[in-house]
Structures are given as structure tokens and as C-alpha cells.
Nanobody
């Protein structure tokens, strides 16, 4: 499974960005909906941290406390896409954001997209 993130960039504090993750190469016996999807991020000098997750059917979402109420994760299974809507961005949200897919023991990462929050 190949994951490609997009939508990162430079935004002022308080602004918004919408990240997308496009999945391709899903094995023929599976569909995108088989994969639980997550967003992670890694700031300079820090370890990668989990940001948000969503179940395969999109019914259940979870968020890290640091982004709860500001970020929204969603997915469009028919389009093999994952989205992260980020509002009220803060400087501490600056990081490389990664898309992560998991099915049983199979795990896949995207290459990441840079988000910089600065005035």
C-alpha cells in the first residue's frame, strides 16, 4: 500500500490547513475500508507522536488531547482518501505529519508533509 500525503504548508497561528492522504496499491483481496487509519506527527528533535485515528468504517474517531476540539479526522473509502482538518493551529503543531495504515500486522507509512505554524 502506497500512501501519499499532501496539503501541508506555512500558516499563521490561528489558521487552518487540510491534510490529505491518498492510498493506492491496496491488495486485491482487501479494500481501503479494511485499514484503520491514523495521523502521526514529528516535530524537530522530538519523537513521532500519534495525533488522531479512525476505524475502517469511519464510525469511531479518537484524538490526542493536544488536538482534541481543533482537529478532525475523516475518510472517504470510495476514494481511498484520509483527511485531517486542522483548525486553530498553534506554533506547537509545527511538525511533519504522517499518514499511517494498519491491517492486522501489516503497517504502512506515507512520506510525510510539513506543517509550519508561524507568524
Amino acid at each position: 500500500v502506497h500512501l501519499v500525503e499532501s496539503g501541508g504548508g506555512l500558516v499563521q497561528p490561528g489558521g487552518s490547513l487540510r491534510l490529505s492522504c491518498a492510498a493506492s496499491g491496496v491488495p486485491s483481496k482487501l479494500t481501503f475500508s479494511n485499514f484503520a487509519m491514523n495521523w502521526y506527527r514529528q516535530a524537530p528533535g522530538k519523537e513521532r507522536e500519534w495525533v488522531a485515528g479512525i476505524t475502517g468504517d469511519g464510525r469511531i474517531t479518537k484524538y490526542a488531547d493536544s488536538v482534541k476540539g481543533r482537529f478532525t479526522i475523516s475518510r472517504a473509502n470510495a476514494k481511498n482518501t484520509l483527511t485531517l482538518q486542522m483548525n486553530s493551529l498553534k506554533s506547537e503543531d509545527t511538525a511533519v505529519y504522517y499518514c499511517y495504515a494498519k491491517w492486522v500486522t501489516h503497517e504502512y507509512w506515507g512520506q510525510g508533509t510539513q506543517v509550519t505554524v508561524s507568524s
